[in-house]
Every structure is written in C-alpha cells, then in structure tokens.
T-cell receptor, first 114, second 115 residues
Framework: DQQVKQNSPSLSVQEGRISILNCDYTNSMFDYFLWYKKYPAEGPTFLIS?????DKNEDGRFTVFLNKSAKHLSLHIVPSQPGDSAVYFC?????????????FGDGTTLTVKP | DVKVTQSSRYLVKRTGEKVFLECVQD?????MFWYRQDPGLGLRLIYFSYDVKMKEKGDIPEGYSVSREKKERFSLILESASTNQTSMYLC??????????????FGPGTRLTVT
C-alpha cells in the first residue's frame, strides 16, 4: 500500500510558465510534508516544507499548498526556469513516536523547456 | 553547510560478496538513514538509526544490515550481495527533535552493480 503517491511520472512546461507538481497521501497521521529536488548523479536536496497547521508556505518562486481534507498537496513553481529541470520527490512524516522518518513518493520528472 | 559523504560513487561487486557502504555526516545529526532508489519506485527506506548503536528496520530491510558505532558514521552491509540489490544507495541525516520532524540531508549516492 503506497502511502504517498505522485501520479504524474513526468511534466513538461515552457520556461516562464507555472509548474504544478501534485502529491496525494493516504495516512491521516502524516502532519509534516516536504519536497525535495534531485538532479542526476546527486542526492536529493530539501526544497520546501509545510506543517499540517498551515495550508500554504511560500519561499521565493516555490509555494506548497496543503489540502488536508483531500489529503493532497501541490508544489507550484513560478516562473519556471530551465535550471528547475529535475526529479521532484514529495515526502510525508508523522510527529510523535514515529518522528524522523519520511515516506517518499515515486517522484515526478520536471522538464522546463527554454 | 551540512555535508554527508558516501565512501564510493560507483561500486561493482560479484554475487555472494559481502559489501560495505559507508556514510559520514559532519553536522552532529542524531538521525541517519539508508535508502535505495530504483526507477519508478522512488526512495525506499532500508534502515534508520536515531542514536549510536540504535537501529530500526525500514520498508525493505531484507538482505541488509547496518552498523552505527559512532554518531557521525552509519554503515550499510550487504551480507551476500545478489543481482536484485543492484541499485542507487542514498544515505541521509537529520536532526532529531522531541517528536518533531526535520528535513533530511542526503549524500551523493553510491551506484552499486552486482554481477
């Protein structure tokens, strides 16, 4: 049973437009969500996170939206740049005794065309 | 900056060999993790350690063991390598709070090929 799902394996957008990456989760115990970016031949790097007490978190061109009732989050990149081309992983964590571990989605490969 | 280093970027081993993958972090993080990444399967947690000599199984621990004798070092051991363990292995570390979560910092990965 996959608890964190990224249903789009790939996404292609034009430079300057908005990129929207989606993530769904099933475990209602998850209360902290993170996005990571991964370039080829490198490890993932942390991008942005959101706690379940919020529904939006913004950091420069990156905004994460959380819809708890739908168990859905999305990452918006505006404007998209060619350097944003990478694999994006959504991850979810639960507080309390299980804190520290994250469950990752399968990733979405974003291609931003110049 | 947090630095997580892994002993090898590329490794080729034969079936049945014992394989050691080493990971070192320099930020005094309590938590350390080993994942494997396979196409279409994302990052799957193999083992997790929240303190020296402490470990927890992740989602796919079969065929692997780990060792954490020092806080900064977390080793992944393949007791008898098999071809289905050919993969990208990623080590990560993070702070450990009181029931809180923090972002993980990843090493560059080790591409292991078992022939």
């Amino acid at each position: 049973d996959q608890q964190v799902k990224q249903n789009s394996p790939s996404l292609s957008v034009q430079e300057g437009r908005i990129s929207i990456l989606n993530c769904d989760y099933t475990n209602s115990m998850f209360d902290y969500f993170l996005w990571y970016k991964k370039y080829p031949a490198e490890g993932p790097t942390f991008l942005i996170s959101i706690s379940s007490i919020k529904d939006k978190n913004e950091d420069g061109r990156f905004t994460v939206f959380l819809n708890k009732s739908a168990k859905h989050l999305s990452l918006h990149i505006v404007p998209s740049q060619p350097g944003d081309s990478a694999v994006y992983f959504c991850a979810a964590s639960a507080s309390g005794t299980n804190a520290g571990k994250s469950t990752f989605g399968d990733g979405t490969t974003l291609t931003v065309k110049p | 900056d947090v630095k997580v280093t892994q002993s090898s970027r590329y490794l080729v081993k034969r079936t049945g060999e014992k394989v050691f993958l080493e990971c070192v972090q320099d930020m005094d993080h309590e938590n350390m993790f080993w994942y494997r990444q396979d196409p279409g399967l994302g990052l799957r947690l193999i083992y997790f350690s929240y303190d020296v000599k402490m470990k927890e199984k992740g989602d796919i621990p079969e065929g692997y063991s780990v060792s954490r004798e020092k806080k900064e070092r977390f080793s992944l051991i393949l007791e008898s390598a098999s071809t289905n363990q050919t993969s990208m292995y990623l080590c990560a570390s993070s702070l450990r709070g009181q029931g809180l979560n923090y972002e993980q910092y990843f090493g560059p990965g080790t591409r292991l090929t078992v022939t």
